[in-house]
């Protein structure tokens, strides 16, 4: 990963009176967060996370309400002061920026779309998808007509002159959508964008996501608490619970080998077979196996591997890279269709 | 049926606490009997001795040396540099502000005759403005109502009423506006600014014109300074909510964009706090009004002097006349402003039935219609100066006199009987039991009291303030001003309760009170004393009255809020468990609002001591009397003074002491005792 769009080192941000000593004090920032409330009256709400990003990638935050996630994002363009550490965009240290680099970053660079979508109820449609470039001073007519081209790319044509109380939840967050990528910015936080929204609405916009990443290939930092959103648009997925972060890779890395009990947990509901790579359950090559048996990548989904397994008489091989590494039968299939009773 | 059952348990231990059988006296309570035991013991025994009382035209050292502190500040005033550098200039600039707007729709200081604009050019500039911040309605109304004055006979007191609340508003709008702004976006600022507000919003509006004459000399400059001071409060506190308000996510997302400091005021909090704002101006406008009137006591040209005068010689009906054209006033205002408002809220520009275009030629269209109105106001005399021939003031006046004195003789029975059992039953036994009772046997009452709610800090305060009302010399008139507030007040908690739980009650009776109560808490205060000195005459009990009919609006309002602030469900969980009507009001609602009702109280007592003291013009003693008499008589100016002073200071301890009243959980207490 070189280049990476953000890079993260170390990060901290401590809530409460004198919460810049705890980064720094072996004995504090080892201590739970129960403890550390106790004896210091202070939150730490992102606790020493590093992480990259690269350019073009989905990087999901993941986590239940309070683990810090939203505090995280909020830290990158320093919306929330971070106490320590260190967030470079494009190789720039954030933390050491002045005031006016700073606002730089979040007009041109970085920009973001919130759960409860910010906009202004006095601007029109037009006006609030315009109002990061107004700020950077682009002329009326210039901004106007990037603002009606980006309308029209988050669905919202016919709508320009309506203010946003006229219009449903799910129209409102493509307005805050449209106003992240007015600017033309590099990256794209979200937080928690589609919580807000019910499930329907919730589908089309997240569709919307994924055609905009592969129109624009921005890169993009979503933050979220729900699983299969995680797991639907997130290249990787990091997952925090009080602050740190307690596993980061692949979808099917965190379904098929989850790094401890709680993410057993967490990924327990999900239905393996739609996650997880025919990899996670090739086994050795039996000798009974005919050679001339079909060939799958080990790079495709297990269900969509299902017809030509359940349709074949003999197991089927399964080859990465050219290279044959094993094969899966029947079994190996039912056995992820049905994770509780094969455990049990 | 789930919120039901589930409210029930938050219900029972209240009602065991209710119900136990015996229950020991909380520590308040005992400190309360005691109180009044040492009180009725002290006036029993000791009637008559250490009353400290004052006759009227006596003096003490200290008014004696005010005066003198009066007399060197007019033999210093020229040479003086504070006086030469600060207050004479300000004075002067202040002054100039005033003169352009009396010159231009009133008429000019020098005793020329015509104003810049005579009075058909200032009706159509203040319809055309009228209609520019609000709509045609109001428009009309302004129209009607400014030729009514010159009806009344009244048109160039109005506008001089009307340009002093101009000059005053543009003032106060041009230091409350910007500190509000600094209040809204800095937290410190705010936490400096809001105890200085609601110490200035305690004071009744009478005390500020003494020290003010004092410095800035009695005339127009003093009168629209204090009226700065009255206005400001509301303008600064809401355009700081306004800003506060905005929520955060809004704020977060403009902030994300970059935008610098000035871009998010310019683009987020200023367009959004704008309906709030432009509420703050109406307030501030009504206050400006309210307080315009009554600095006609430190000779303020305008209505308010027309009705002083009237009041002063007890002629109803030139007073009513002219009380009738402040009223109108108030409602002019109080409309254009309210207008305005809804023009300011987000999305008003939708629903309107006009385009920006279309509205923006008729106003262009009508400026020049105004424009030539204007300009026939300067060359022709019938437009100059309004038509003596329309003027019915006259008229106005001898059929109200006549009215009033029907209604003095015919209904006299009533009046009288009700005037005289009032005073005789109730207000001079309970102002003797003050004035008679020795004073440091009331103070230690007062400081008891004060302990028992709030305490020792309270008990200090109440003590401090009694000691400088001591030391000013006058606690014998502060005694019958507080009797008189006290008396009045507590026929306003009446009030407000009964009607207050009515409206809590019923939507229909609230639907049709409010705009009667909200009227009547635009009025300026001493127009309420007009319609009572008609029909009681000039005694005591005409002030209270007019207190009571003052101060009853905010306590109904606020009692009212407070009643239909309580959670349905918890009122339904007690219907469904068979109480009576009654006992939903006295068990659930009553105890509920607890916190309301110790507001309206607090706010209740605030409005009534600003009216007993504005009361001294129609006859009630006490401290009020002292202040009129000082604007008058300046061989007593230092004891008016002293008096404003003192209103002061009763005024902080009574606020202070309902203050703790409501804030003091009635909980804590017996659970102390009975742990």
Known sequence: ?344 | MSALVQERPTAQPAAVIVSEPRRRPSRRTILLLSAAAVWILGFLVLNGTATLALPASELTDLHRSLNQFNAWVGANRADNPLFLYVFTPLRSAVDAVANLFTTTFAATATGLRLPEIGWLGTVGLLTWIALAVGNLRVALLTAAVFVFFGIQGLFVEATYTFALVLTSVLLTLLLGIPLGILAGIYTRVAKVITPVLDFMQTLPTFVYLAPLALVFLIGPASAVIATVIYAAPPVIRLTAHGIRRIPDNTREASDSLGTTGLQRLLTLQLPMARRTIVMGINQGTMAALSMVTIAALIAAPGLGQTVIRALQSLDVGTAVNAGLSIVLLAIVLDRVTTAASRRAEPGAARSRRLGRRTRNIILGVALAVVLAMVQLSRTMLWAAAFPADLNVGPQIVQAVNAASHWLQSNLSLFTVSLREGVTGAILNPFQSLLTDTPFYILVMVFAIVAYALGGWKLAALTTACLAVIIFLGLWSDSMVTLAGTLVATAVVMVLGIVFGVAMGRSDRVDQLMRPLLDAGQTMPSFVYLVPFLGLFGATRFTAIIAGIIYAAPVAIKITADGISGISPTVVESAVASGSTPWQVITKVQLPMARQSLALAANQGLIYVLAMVVVGALVGAGGLGYDVVAGFVQSSIFGKGLAAGLAIVFLGIMMDRMTQAAAAAPARSIPSKTTA
């Open chain 1, 1 to 344: 990963m070189n280049n990476p769009a953000i890079s993260v080192r170390s990060l901290w941000k401590v809530f409460g009176p004198g919460g810049e000593k705890i980064p720094g004090n072996r004995e504090l920032s080892a201590l739970g967060s129960a403890e550390l409330l106790e004896r210091t009256k202070c939150v730490a709400a992102v606790r020493n996370l590093s992480f990259d990003v690269a350019k073009g990638e989905v990087f999901v935050v993941m986590g239940l309400s309070g683990s810090g996630k939203s505090t995280l994002i909020r830290c990158l363009t320093r919306l929330i002061e971070p106490t320590s550490g260190q967030v470079l965009v494009d190789g720039n240290d954030v933390l050491k920026a002045g005031v006016a680099e700073l606002r730089e970053l979040r007009r041109r660079k970085v920009s973001m779309v919130f759960q409860h979508f910010g906009l202004l109820p006095h601007r029109t449609v037009l006006d609030n998808v315009s109002y990061g470039l107004q700020i950077r001073g682009t002329g009326r007519n210039e901004r106007h007509a990037k603002a009606r081209e980006i309308i029209e790319l988050v669905g919202l044509k016919g709508y320009e002159q309506h203010y946003p109380d006229q219009l449903s939840g799910g129209m409102q967050q493509r307005v805050g959508l449209g106003r992240a990528l007015a600017g033309d910015p590099d990256t794209i936080l979200f937080d928690e964008p589609f919580s807000a929204l019910d499930p329907l609405i919730r589908r089309d916009m997240q569709a919307e996501v994924i055609r905009l990443h592969k129109d624009m290939g921005k890169t993009m930092v979503f933050v979220t608490h729900d699983l299969s959103e995680a797991l639907k648009l997130g290249d990787r997925i990091l997952i925090m619970r009080n602050g740190e972060p307690v596993q980061c890779g692949t979808g099917d890395d965190l379904v098929g080998s989850p790094a401890d009990k709680y993410i057993e947990d967490f990924v327990s509901e999900v239905p393996r077979a739609d996650v997880l790579t025919l990899k996670w359950i090739t086994r050795p090559v039996a000798d009974s196996t005919p050679g001339d048996a079909a060939v799958l990548n080990s790079r495709m989904i297990i269900r969509d591997a299902i017809p030509a397994v359940m349709h074949s008489s003999c197991p089927v091989l399964v080859e990465e890279g050219g290279r044959i590494t094993g094969q899966i039968d029947r079994d190996s299939i039912l056995s992820v269709l049905q994770p509780a009773e094969a455990a049990a």
